[in-house]
């Protein structure tokens, strides 16, 4: 299962790994701030892709995974070709700021193709489970742990 890097106003899911708000050694305090580093880094990243493209500002969860990584994948290249080409600060605009007074049109939104029901039902409980939230937290702790001390 995917998990997004999420903050503590997010319900105690397996698809959301949370910072832990009150870390009570220094192993979890680490985790807690290199999570809340990471966290950050994807939110103004994410950020960049969704002012220039309105296809990542739309809702995916029908949408197939593969479809939904080609989209991010193509919307990455893209940026980084536009900013290899333009430069850094021609790069620096936002749809919002060209608006529909500078004659530009909406942009169309593409869309996947649903899940199955039953899949979506599926995928729905098990993203609820919150003893696979407790330990997805406990594995990704441990597993930063060990990638630290290497």
């Not at 939904?68 to 900013?83: D, K, R, T």
């Amino acid at each position: 299962m995917k998990y997004y890097l999420a903050d503590s106003i997010y319900p105690r899911w397996p698809v959301f790994l949370k910072t832990i708000s009150c870390p009570t050694d220094a192993r979890r305090e680490l985790f807690a701030a290199r999570q809340e580093s990471a966290r950050k880094d994807v939110e103004r990243g994410f950020s960049v892709l969704q002012a220039r493209w309105a296809i990542v500002k739309g809702p995916a969860r029908s949408w197939y995974m593969h479809h939904i990584a080609n989209v991010m994948y193509a919307c990455i290249i893209l940026h980084n070709m536009i900013i290899h080409d333009e430069g850094r600060r021609d790069s620096d605009w936002s749809y919002n700021e060209a608006g529909p007074s500078a004659g530009h049109a909406t942009p169309p939104v593409a869309r996947g193709l649903p899940y199955g029901v039953s899949e979506r039902l599926q995928a729905q409980e098990s993203m609820r489970n919150q003893q696979a939230h407790l330990q997805l937290m406990n594995d990704m702790i441990e597993e930063f742990l060990t990638r630290s001390v290497r």
